[in-house]
């Protein structure tokens, strides 16, 4: 069992940036590929970031490219999601999550574990 724990989030004004962090209780983080998602209301649930279980590999979705990076820290068992340029679009719950399995995947489906979330505000 993994768990995961959003933070860093919060309200900021159109063209701010924000860093959330996701900490994981895991000794194994490493095995792990990392997503971020987020969901804003009356919307399901998109994928924003994946990074792979080393840092080399990242993916992203094209809204967020350019002003988004993912990163991880394996040392202390944390992702990152450094958002910059942010838009009111942004807006949105953010959900880190942790994916054991083979493909680089993008669906949330097919990630196992899951945060409670974190609440980013981008005002205009």
């Known amino acids: 069992q993994v768990q995961l724990a959003e933070s860093g989030g919060g309200l900021v004004q159109a063209g701010g940036s924000l860093r959330l962090s996701c900490a994981a209780s895991?000794?194994?983080?490493?095995?792990?590929?990392m997503g971020w998602f987020r969901q804003a209301p009356g919307k399901e649930r998109e994928f924003i970031a994946r990074i792979g279980r080393g840092p080399e590999y990242t993916t992203y979705a094209d809204s967020v490219k350019g002003r988004f990076t993912i990163s991880r820290d394996n040392a202390k068992n944390t992702a990152y999601l450094q958002m910059n340029t942010m838009k009111p679009e942004d807006t949105g719950v953010y959900y880190c999550a942790a994916d054991s399995g083979p493909l680089r995947t993008t669906r949330a489906s097919d990630y196992m574990y899951w945060g409670q979330g974190t609440q980013v505000t981008v005002s205009s």
């Open positions: 895991t000794l194994t983080f490493s095995s792990y590929a």
